[in-house]
Each structure stands twice: as C-alpha cells, then as structure tokens.
C-alpha cells in the first residue's frame, strides 16, 4: 500500500505563531490564562497546560493581574474591555489572518455596510468577527438567509470564516447579490486552508482512500474530511494514530494521508508510521 501526506498538511502559520506566542510567555511571565484553546488540537492543549498556562472557559475565572493569552481564533472586543477593566494583562495570539478579517468587517460597518459573516454559529473565529463590529448578522447556510433577508439593507458587506469552503460560500454570495443594491465581498478563506483543500481534493481523486488527521473539534478539519467524502466514499478520519484500527487499511491499495491547520507534525508521522 502506497501513503501520500499532503504537502500542504498539518500546522499553518497561525497555529505555529499562537504556540510560539505561548512559549515565550511561559518563559517570561506567571499565572498565565487561557479563555478556550489556544488551538483546536487536543495534544497541542496537553503541552500548552504542561507549559503552567490554565485553561478557562470565562474572563470571570482569571484573577486580576494575571496575564491572558488570546487564542489564534481572537475573540470579541469585550474580551479585550473586560480583561483591561481587571487589570489583566493581555498576550495576543490572534491569527493575523484572522485580525485582517476583524478590520474589513469593521470598514465596512463604518461605511454604512451592514455585516454578514459566512461561518459556523458557534465557531469561536465568527463570534469574534462578531464581536468586533456594532451590529452584524452570522449566515451559516441559504436557508438563514431567508431568515435575515429584511435585516440585511441596502448594503451588504460580506466576509467569511477564514477556514470555509470558497465554492460553498459562492454559493451564499450569488443568492446575497439578489436581494440587495450594493453588496461589498471579501474572500476572506485563509491561504492555508485554500491549499488544504485543493490537496485533499486531488489525494481524494487519486487515491483508494482517504485519511483525514485532526481533533474532531476542529472546523477546518471537519471540512477537509466533508470535502474528501463527496469524492472518495473512503474517506475517514481519525484523532491520531492510536485511533487506527489494525488492519483497517489493507484493503486498499493507496492512502492519502492530510492533517488539519492544528495537527502536529509529530501525529501525522505516527500515522504515516502506523500506515506504512
Ligand atoms: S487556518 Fe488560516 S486563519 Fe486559521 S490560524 Fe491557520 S492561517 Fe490563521
């Protein structure tokens, strides 16, 4: 049996950045906080908590004048009021990706656009964006669409989630163009996730099988493997090597192996060593 990793596969930019932001406060500072993960990869999590740095699910659980790290997802500017308000000091992990997201929402709020953000609901990166701006509204699919219709105005102005589907955010754009005068689009899909996407369609049309390497948490994981699955039905995916079955590949003649933007390169060599 054949096994291809993905060239574009495993840790992106952002991620890379928000660990190294965390080592080097761990070096530098103490009690040093977390609101979520810093990023979605349960291994990374373990050695980020190893580093001394806790995990909080609310602002209401760092102590004043200890120090918050922004996870690379960002978060709303409430976060940022509030931790000032307690004295926290605050590191910021922020995707730059995803930051440069946070400025075409707000220029565009501020020359009368009204915001959509294509994205998950209860993706902490669209609740960010969200945050961010006075008053925007979160289009997860057509059908919200009609919901929001009336709310939306005059003028729309459109980003997306830095980890979506470009065709399937297409999709949502040309209905968004009907209904409104001027509509304002930025195709925020982070290059990572782009390059990502494009392999794991051509590992999908070239291999017997497909395996999608990342936390199950993880959204830009989610749609390389939804992705994978339209094209190749033996497509599936797994946390890490351990999650391997024995055997359960042998049957086919080539794997395509890809990780998500948070999985580290040490998991997706155990899985190749596993496959091989
Ligand atoms: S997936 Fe894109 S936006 Fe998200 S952390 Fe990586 S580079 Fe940044």
Partial sequence: MKVHIGQHSGFCFGVKRAIQVAKEAARLHKNIYIKGELVHN?????????????????????????????????????????????????????????????????EMEQKGF????????????????????????????????????????????????????????????????KITHALLFFNTVCRPTYLRQKEIERLAKNCSAVLVVGSKNSANTKR?????????????????????????????GSVGVIGGASTPPETLEEVYKKLS
């Fill in 114 to 177: 009204r915001v959509a953000i294509i994205g998950d609901k209860n993706h902490e990166e669209t609740i960010g964006i969200l945050g961010n701006i006075k008053n925007g509204s979160i289009v997860e699919n057509i059908a919200d669409l009609r919901k929001l219709k009336s709310g939306l105005g005059e003028k729309i102005g459109v980003v997306c989630q830095s980890t979506q589907n470009i065709e399937d955010v297409s999709v949502i754009v040309a209905k968004l163009a």
């Fill in 224 to 252: 390389l493997f939804f992705i994978a699955k339209k094209i190749n039905p033996n497509t599936f995916w797994v946390n890490n090597a351990k999650s391997i079955a024995k055997n359960s590949f042998k049957k086919f």
């Fill in 42 to 106: 349960q291994e990374v999590c373990r050695q980020i908590e190893a580093l001394g740095i806790k995990t909080v699910s609310t602002l209401k659980s760092v102590p004043g004048g200890s120090v918050l790290i922004i996870k690379a997802h960002g978060e709303p500017l409430a976060t940022y009021i509030n931790a000032k308000r307690k004295k926290i000091k605050v590191i910021d992990a922020t995707c730059p990706m995803v930051k440069d997201i946070h400025k075409k929402a707000k």
